[in-house]
């Protein structure tokens, strides 16, 4: 599969050109446009690496409906355009037999051959669960496409760094982590408006988000109408 | 002698023909005006300067601004670099896709647009994501715009509000429960300038039509020159659906049509079977064949409740030869996840 | 302490490093990431400024946050919608900055709320302009691009679209057309500008999102 990105930073799509028998996941409303000859099919499995069944993968889709696409190439060179939901940019991520640890709503699409556990909890459920943040592990060898809000900008930890939790996008699991607040005081966090942070250590690259949707979300919301 | 009238108070004067091209302060309101010549001048820029100015050092911005992509050969167009440390995340230069039925072009530059055309001079910057477009008018021209979408303009331009083409023509795009007003922006007392934008984020396309027809989805369209004719297309003939749908609108005439879209556009030149989100349609030529259907793999997975606001999973498919404009992004999406953040009736 | 504001226009982030001494005076929330040396301290900004710093979008931040260093450090500093970033240099002279584009400033910079009068009500502009003066750069930000432009004479700018604008600048509100045409245009009120003097603008507007966002509601 060969995969080519387009209207970065901001608007950023991936152009999937894939030859038959080649396969993809990812959600429903990804799929952007496509030439002639994918098949679909819309389940709520995942098919692939150790299983074949999606584990947690409830958790992914914000309802109760969730349903994923696999598209299967079924001739040469035939192409697939998806993208995330928000603005922001797409990172590939190859996969080669470890481990990385994806924010919920970044993860976009995976090539067949990636597992996807949803019901990691390392981070502690407790602290995301108002903010509906939850992290999905994925591990295993193929292309893996992340999205974010905003730009990804990798930082290569050695020794301690320190991330709004609603800026983290993904992270090796050769990193070690806890939950902090930001400031001396546990009142001038929350007040200062920064909450709780992630505090990073060991070895390890990290891809942060310039932008979180939470922050835009109550911004805008009480200009809308009411539901 | 020249008769003018303060744009501002309406206050008449009578002037002698030396005084053209003069600017002048009102008696009655203290606005300052620019006399024009008695016959049309000629398509020039206003009086007010257009360009933005180089900082001087007394307010020297600091920033590192966006270098301008270079005006490049499209098959070794490489992404448009932000500031200078861009993070080393692996990244493909796009090259001239070469997939099975359909051309395209890659990256949307951030350079800036500019065009001449018989009716007006145009300026398309801050692209490719929050772009604004800038339209100089000779004195007499008009330009046809979608309500709230003037960021600013000079004082010589006069704006009315109101149904274009008389009343048949705006009942033809009044679909389900929406009025279409159309806003006339007149340079009534001289040259004029006027910038227009979306509300949401994403990028303007220019096109030229020469007797033909270009549809655009209704969210879409912006403004037009005059001699460009935009009507509703009923549903009943083709099949879209209105409400959360796709809603068309249909361009003809020859002049310059403006259309905007939430994401990025990229134009796309089918030849083959194609097939689109109808979320991410922006426009389509009419030498397109075009049918609604659901994305294949729904209709295996049995019954399913919609997954976003209102939005059933249904593409177009595309066939024949033309060229279809895409948006990278949907307003369906940004509705769904909005959605948890808008405040609760019972509140 | 070097900066760079960097993804411009369209999600704007400002690097910070920041050595031994030197100090960044941000938003409440404004933090994105930073290297654990950095020391955050928040501060009520009714002490540090004259005048209570309220965000006006919507809630109210009344709390700012200074981050310095004892070793040296990194940190990113954003904004809460995307869009561009601007910095001034303020060198004892003066600017008016819609109170929630504020992002981050030099200890050098007086942040003020001012008084911008019942004429800014009306134009949906708030009550507050910020007033910024002193010495020591500003950044600032706004939900879509920022570009300038000089006027000498008048101009008109619909209002949401204006982000900051020098003290020579007088600002009027009027009808965007007759009284028919204004409203029923969608243009409603708009802001007169006369010069001379530099005004910012912005390509979109937060409120403009929001009826786009509306009119896509039921």
Request: charged letters at 15%.
């Amino acid at each position: 599969m060969q995969h080519q990105l387009l209207a970065q930073p901001a608007m950023s799509i991936a152009k999937l050109t894939m030859q038959a028998g080649e396969s993809v996941t990812c959600e429903v409303g990804a799929m952007i446009a496509m030439t002639s000859g994918f098949t679909v099919e819309t389940t709520s499995r995942n098919k692939g690496g150790k299983g074949g069944l999606a584990k947690g993968l409830k958790r992914m889709f914000a309802g109760e409906n969730f349903f994923l696409n696999h598209f299967t190439a079924t001739g040469p060179n035939q192409t697939l355009m998806i993208g995330p939901g928000l603005l922001g940019d797409i990172m590939h991520y190859p996969l080669a037999g470890g481990t990385l640890i994806v924010q919920g709503s970044s993860w976009l699409a995976s090539a067949v051959g990636i597992e996807i556990d949803a019901t990691w909890q390392g981070l502690g459920k407790a602290l995301f669960s108002g903010e509906g943040m939850f992290w999905v592990k994925c591990s295993g060898q193929g292309d893996l496409f992340l999205n974010s809000f905003g730009s990804i900008y990798p930082v290569e930890v050695n020794g301690e760094y320190i991330v709004d939790t609603g800026h983290i996008v993904a992270f090796e699991d050769t990193l070690q982590f806890r939950i902090g607040k930001a400031g001396k005081s546990l009142i001038g966090s929350i007040l200062g408006g920064e909450g709780l942070v992630c505090k990073f250590s060991g070895q390890g690259k990290l891809y942060c988000q310039s932008h979180n949707p939470p922050s835009f979300g109550k911004l805008l919301g009480p200009k809308l109408k009411a539901r | 002698m020249i008769e003018i009238a303060c744009p501002h108070c309406q206050k008449h004067y009578r002037l002698e023909d030396r005084y053209a091209g003069k600017r002048a302060k009102c008696a009655g309101c203290g606005l300052i005006m620019s006399i024009n010549a008695p016959q049309s001048a000629p398509l020039s820029v206003p009086s007010a300067p257009v360009s933005p100015a180089v900082p001087t050092s007394r307010t020297a911005p600091v920033s590192m601004p966006r270098p301008a992509a270079a005006s490049i050969p499209v098959a070794e167009l490489v992404p448009p670099a932000s500031v200078a440390t861009r993070p080393p995340v692996p990244r493909q230069p796009p090259a001239m896709p070469t997939s099975h039925g359909t051309t395209g072009h890659a990256d949307a530059t951030a350079e800036t647009l500019r065009g001449t055309t018989s009716h007006l001079q145009y300026e398309i910057s801050q692209r490719p994501d929050f772009s604004i477009v800038k339209i100089l008018m000779p004195q007499g021209a008009k330009v046809f715009a979608e309500p709230s979408a003037m960021v600013s303009m000079t004082p010589s331009m006069h704006l009315e509000a109101g149904f274009k083409g008389g009343l048949g023509k705006t009942f033809g795009r009044l679909l389900g429960g929406e009025s279409l007003i159309i806003n006339t922006f007149t340079a009534q007392d001289g040259p004029g300038e006027v910038m227009f934008a979306g509300g949401a984020a994403g990028d303007v396309a220019y096109h030229r039509l020469n007797g033909n027809t270009l549809y655009l989805q209704r969210g879409a369209y912006m403004l037009n020159s005059e001699d460009v004719e935009v009507s509703g297309k009923w549903q009943g003939a083709k099949g879209f659906f209105s409400g959360e749908g796709l809603v068309l609108l249909k361009a003809t005439g020859t002049g310059d049509i403006f259309f905007n879209s939430y994401g990025a556009i990229i134009p796309i030149d089918v030849t083959e079977g194609f097939m689109v989100d109808t979320g991410y349609i922006v426009a389509f030529e009419e030498s397109l064949q075009y049918r609604v259907t659901v994305l294949p793999g729904l209709r295996t997975a049995g019954k399913i409740k919609s997954f976003f606001f209102g939005g059933e999973g249904l593409v177009c498919q595309f066939a024949g030869s033309g060229r279809v404009w895409i948006q990278t992004r949907q307003v369906k999406s940004f509705l769904s996840w909005v959605n948890g953040f808008r405040p609760t009736k019972s509140n | 302490m070097q900066t760079e504001i960097r993804d411009r226009p369209s999600f704007a982030n400002i690097r910070v490093l920041l050595a031994p001494g030197d100090e960044i005076i941000a938003e409440a929330d404004a933090m994105a990431s930073m290297s654990s040396s950095i020391e955050m301290k928040t501060q009520w900004s009714g002490g540090f400024v004259k005048g209570v710093l309220k965000r006006l979008f919507g809630g109210e931040s009344m709390f700012v946050n200074t981050f310095s260093t004892a070793t040296g450090g990194e940190l990113v500093l954003t904004q809460p919608f995307p869009g561009d970033i601007q910095c001034i240099e303020l060198k004892g002279n003066t600017m008016f900055l819609q109170p929630g584009a504020f992002i981050a400033c030099e200890p050098g910079v007086k942040l003020g709320l001012g008084w911008a009068g019942f004429r800014m009500l009306i134009a949906r502009e708030g009550l507050f302009r910020l007033k910024v003066s002193g010495t020591g750069r500003i950044w600032f930000g706004a939900y879509g691009g920022i570009f300038q432009r000089e006027i000498d004479s008048e101009y008109i700018v619909d209002s949401g679209h204006l982000v900051a604008y020098e003290p020579t600048v007088s600002i009027r509100i009027a009808l965007a057309g007759g009284i028919f045409s204004s409203f029923f245009s969608g243009e409603g009120l708009v802001t007169r500008v006369n010069g001379p003097g530099r005004i910012y603008m912005q390509s979109r507007s937060f409120d403009g999102l929001a009826a786009w966002t509306n009119s896509h509601l039921y």
